[in-house]
């Protein structure tokens, strides 16, 4: 796969996830507990898919030494960072919490589930939704603002 694909399939595995999320999320406010685990399960194999090709893409940049992606500087760039530093600090904060909140799941541990799952859920669909705004503003808006 050329490297330039990267970021457009990144973006739509979050994009994927952020749906499967919010599909799993309804299906268990109708008490549609199978439909629930299904959509969750499915986000979850679309997250590991999008970890496994992010990290992908970044050692091939690096073997290529393309360390940095720079934001055109100017009044979009302090927005650009905040998104990106909370993405990526929470990035790594969820993956603990998702493992543990399907590690209840598994053990039918529902009290304990339901209540990590509860703190779980918005901070993985923030990941998810910010990991495809992180998309269009670094390879749609910013080529605009750089003109």
Partial sequence: MKLEYFPVLNASLNAASAALLLAGYAFIRARKVVAHATMMIAALVTSVAFLACYLTYHTLRARQHILVTQFPPGPVKPFYLAILISHSILAVVIVPMIGV?????AHR?????RTLARRTFPLWLYVSVTGVVIYWMLY???PTLSK
Avoid: C, I, M, R
């Avoid at 909140?101 to 799941?105: G, I, N, P």
């Fill in 101 to 105: 909140t399907v590690y209840f799941a």
């Fill in 140 to 142: 749609h808006l910013a």
């Fill in 109 to 113: 541990n529902w009290p304990s589930h």
